[in-house]
Every structure is written in C-alpha cells, then in structure tokens.
C-alpha cells in the first residue's frame, strides 16, 4: 500500500504545472487520508500537544506529526470497523476545550483566518477527538478489571518498597487502597489503548513524508 500512495502522490505532482502554487501539503497518509501541513499548523494552534521544557520547534513538529497521526489512526479505524457510529457523541465539549486552549473564541478564530484554516478543519478536529475519547470511555474503560492480588502487590510495590530502610511506617493499606487502584486502572486503561492502536496500525499504512 505505501508504494502505491507514494507512486500516486508523484504522479500528481509530476503533472502540476510547473507555476502552480503550492496550497498545502501532504506530510503524512493514515491509509489514503492525507494529513497536511494546515493539520499540523492547527494541532499547534490548540495546543494538541504541549512543547516540553527547553523544547525545540522541530522537536515539538515531530511530537505533533505523531499526536496527529495516532489520532488518525484511531479514528479511521473506528470508522472502519462501524464503531463510529454505534458511539455516544458530543463533540461539543471537544471543540470548546480545544477554542479554550488556543486561547478562548476570538482569539482561536483570528489564528485560523490568520494559517487560512476555517470553523470547519476545527470541527473535524474536535469530532476527531470526541470520537477517540469516546470509544476510551465507553468500551475499552469498561474492560478495565483491578483484582485484590494486584492491589496488596502493589501497595508492596509503590508504598511499602520505597520506605523500606527509611525507619519511616508505611500508611495502612486501606488507607491508600483507592488511590492505588486508580494508577492500576490507569495502567491497565493505557493498555487497552496501546493494543487498540497497535491492532489499528496493522490495518492502515502509516507514511511519512516530512518530519514536520
């Protein structure tokens, strides 16, 4: 499949005229659905990904490139399997937490005239995101099983271990039994994701033209 995506995007610019502007460009392809340059110049926009300390700008472009591939990946593969549309959807939260993170509604909608992108990239965004958030919540969070074994394991592991030889008492294990059962869920909830996205990958080729 990639070398035939490669092969048409060359056929296509091969034909161009040779004064043709260029408007946008393919950086990535999540099986035929291109991920362009405007894609990535919004993921910034909203902040899609946070840069890290002392980050570089092409090291946050590659983090970005990836975050919006992934989330590419999820989303083709929910529409593939029909999932999509046996889902309970409100993109209404995901597009107002995204406005919010470029900085509220005037703010987010000078930055989209100003990178030429439009109310509508920022809807397919948003559903995106929704979509994603709730496959997580609505059938891979409920697979989610913490047993008693794994709770005294790692109450061993994370509380009681790094004490030892501190003179320091561990807090008694009821005490702390809620808060461990929310990291093994977590734990557990970050699994499910990563086997959904690995099963994903193995459908839909990923190509990458441009590191950023």
């Known amino acids: 499949m990639k070398?035939?995506?490669t092969a048409l995007i060359s056929l296509i610019l091969l034909y161009l005229p040779a004064s043709a502007e260029t408007v946008d460009e393919v950086v990535a392809a999540v099986g035929t659905t291109p991920i362009l340059r405007s894609d990535l110049r919004l993921a910034e926009l909203v902040r899609l990904v946070e840069p890290a300390p002392d980050e570089s700008p092409d090291d946050h472009g590659a983090r970005l490139l990836e975050a919006r591939i992934r989330l590419e990946l999820q989303f083709r593969d929910l529409e593939a399997?029909?999932?999509?549309y046996r889902l309970d959807l409100?993109?209404?939260?995901?597009?107002?937490?995204?406005v919010e993170r470029a900085g509220g509604e005037a703010t987010a909608a000078a930055?989209?005239?100003?990178?030429?992108?439009?109310?509508?990239?920022?809807?397919?965004?948003?559903?995106r995101i929704a979509a994603v958030n709730a496959y997580v919540d609505q059938r891979?969070?409920?697979?989610?099983?913490?047993?008693a074994d794994e709770l005294r394991a790692a109450y061993q592991e994370l509380v009681v271990g790094p004490l030892a030889g501190?003179?320091?008492?561990?807090?008694?294990?009821?005490s702390?039994?809620?808060?461990?059962?929310?990291?093994?869920?977590e734990r557990a909830l970050n699994a499910e994701i990563e086997r959904w996205l690995a099963a994903a990958s193995e459908q839909l080729d990923v190509t990458r033209f441009s590191d950023r």
């Not at 399997?81 to 999509?84: F, K, Q, R, V």
């Not at 930055?111 to 559903?127: F, K, P, Q, S, V």
């Not at 891979?140 to 047993?147: A, E, F, I, K, T």
């Open 176 to 185: 702390v039994q809620e808060q461990i059962h929310l990291v093994l869920a």
């Open 140 to 147: 891979l969070r409920p697979r989610v099983r913490v047993g």
């Open 111 to 127: 930055a989209l005239a100003a990178n030429g992108l439009t109310d509508a990239d920022l809807d397919e965004l948003a559903l």
């Open 81 to 84: 399997s029909g999932s999509l």
């Open 166 to 174: 501190t003179g320091e008492a561990p807090p008694a294990f009821e």
């Open 90 to 98: 409100d993109v209404g939260p995901a597009r107002t937490a995204l």
């Open 3 to 5: 070398p035939l995506i």
